[in-house]
């Protein structure tokens, strides 16, 4: 899944960007925009919200989160020709290795800051 999130929701995205961190992709490589609104975008709508119309309500959890969002991309047709190749799934563990890497120098340069 590449997913891009647009919400008016401050808490909403900070929360949406912990729980979907591997599959954040900029809009224009995204196959999925999860919005808390109506948005006009060629790309498909997953929206959340606590009307009865959106794909998943609030209040959820991670696991539910990432459930629907998994029915939502298997059962939607735009979506059904997207299948994850080889690159893309380096690509992704390329990301989260690199994020990774920046983090543990982050932490020992901290360390040795404090030595």
């Keep these: ?5 647009k919400c ?9 960007m912990l729980y979907l961190q591997p599959y954040l992709f900029e809009e224009e490589l995204c196959d999925i925009i999860i919005s808390d609104r109506k948005i006009k975008t060629s790309k498909v709508l997953f929206r959340i919200g606590f009307d009865k119309k959106a794909d998943l309500t609030e209040p959820f959890t991670h696991q539910e989160l990432i459930e629907k969002l998994r029915n939502f991309y298997n059962e939607n047709p735009k979506l059904q020709h ?8 380096e690509a ?5 290795n690199k994020k990774h890497q920046e983090k543990i120098a982050k932490l020992l340069k901290n360390y040795h800051e404090k030595c």
Excluded: D, H, N, R
Excluded at 1 to 5: L, Q, Y
């Design 8 to 16: 008016s929701s401050v808490l909403l995205k900070k929360t949406l």
């Design 82 to 89: 997207i299948k994850p190749t080889k690159e893309e799934l």
């Design 1 to 5: 899944m590449k997913i891009t999130i």
């Design 92 to 96: 992704v563990i390329e990301k989260l």
